[in-house]
């Protein structure tokens, strides 16, 4: 079945395998003849779509035929007009790393309507053999690559996802680093003794990301309530312009949206705040109008906020002078998870405090604390079988 249209319009047909196609003239060959542009989709609704875009964009002198996109040109295209306003800053940084880095000197030049499922392939293992990268480095550069065909096919620039069936490297798992309580012990007390070291005190009991601790404020905590709600996070992100690039602090939203969640404070914690708080206001006294007060709860000595990368070395200060070794600031994260588990805390609570997006990642980074978790359990079922 074939529907007729006006002038230039094209027409659109039933294929044989149910789905649907048409064709619109964009221009003239050299010699003469009608050069003419396909478009492919599932419904008819779908083609025409894509053919009244394409008539769209040859009335105002903006048609590029597919043959002539490099996949550099459509990777830009891709990431600054449909994934900039949807992602969040940081990762809008990754991505453009990658195709910078990673990509572009792989498969840059090709055509997009030249790309194969061997040329993908390939660019995949030498990722992973000659540049070395890890495994979740490898699949996040596939992820981009994939994601950005999936749009080229419904921009009508090509007619399928040559990025399938690609083998990717298997990821390994790691061990989480984890304190002992003996070294959770000397690590708060060396933590004691250095500026801002309350912020991993407070770690350990909250399990907070560390651009969470950051960007917490004193109206994040309900003292009456003794709850502390986590609201945003801080990041560092870079300023991309013509001339140079610049990083700067910025405070943004949660990572997913079960990040944002409220965390009941131990009462040791809540005293800790309060003994923060009071500190805070003997340095304000102190610094005078010199102090920037942005209600920030862990700040430098000046009220502005905490460098993350500053509070990554003094992490590693604290831990050598604990004699903890192979910890990352994550460590107390991981530890506070750790320590919930051993102690009762169910896993789908640990889930929430933690603001994992599911519980299958809390149960995948835990698994070393599960063995005991399950026999915990099963032993409340002592005495309910008489033999």
């Known amino acids: ?91 809008y940084i990754n991505y453009r790393t990658k195709i910078k880095n990673h990509i572009k000197p792989f498969i840059g030049k090709y055509k997009l309507c030249d790309l194969r499922i061997d040329i993908i392939q390939n660019t995949i293992n030498k990722l992973s053999t000659v540049k070395k990268l890890s495994p979740e480095t490898v699949r996040g550069i596939y992820n981009i690559i994939h994601d950005s065909l999936n749009k080229a096919i419904k921009n009508g620039l090509i007619n399928k996802n040559v990025a399938i069936d690609i083998t990717l490297p298997k990821i390994i798992k790691k061990d989480v680093r984890v304190f002992t309580v003996a070294e959770q012990n000397r690590f708060i007390e060396e933590a004691k003794k250095v500026y801002a070291g309350e912020m991993f005190i407070f770690d350990l009991g909250t399990g907070l990301r560390i651009g969470e601790l950051l960007a917490l404020t004193w109206s994040d905590v309900n003292f009456d309530e003794e709850i502390i709600r986590v609201k945003r996070t ?106 919930g588990l051993e102690n009762g805390i169910e896993l789908r609570v640990m889930q929430e405090l933690l603001g994992h997006a599911s519980i299958k990642m809390t149960a995948d980074l835990y698994t070393h604390v599960l063995p005991d978790m399950k026999r915990n359990s099963i032993m409340k079922l002592s005495g309910t079988i008489k033999i």
């Open 1 to 91: 079945m074939t529907k007729k249209r006006g002038q230039n319009e094209g027409t659109i047909s039933k294929r044989a395998d149910g789905t649907w196609w048409g064709r619109i003239t964009v221009g003239r060959k050299d010699n003469g003849t009608q050069k003419r542009k396909a478009f492919y989709g599932r419904t008819r609704q779908e083609v025409q779509k894509k053919i009244t875009a394409a008539l769209s964009d040859l009335d105002k002198g903006t048609y590029i035929e597919p043959s002539k996109i490099t996949v550099s040109d459509w990777l830009d295209t891709w990431l600054e007009i449909y994934k900039k306003s949807e992602i969040k800053p940081m990762t």
């Open 234 to 339: 801080l990041n560092i992100v870079k300023d991309f312009d013509d001339s140079e690039s610049k990083w700067h602090k910025e405070f943004g939203s949660p990572k997913t949206e079960s990040s944002n969640r409220s965390i009941p404070l131990l009462p040791d914690l809540v005293n800790l705040l309060r003994q923060i708080q009071q500190k805070q206001k003997e340095l304000i006294d102190f610094v005078g109008s010199a102090y920037e007060n942005n209600n920030l709860i862990f700040t430098t000595q000046l009220g502005k906020p905490l460098d993350p990368r500053n509070m990554q070395r003094t992490f590693k200060t604290i831990a050598d002078k604990s004699n903890i070794i192979g910890a990352t600031i994550h460590s107390c994260r991981h530890t506070f998870a750790t320590r």
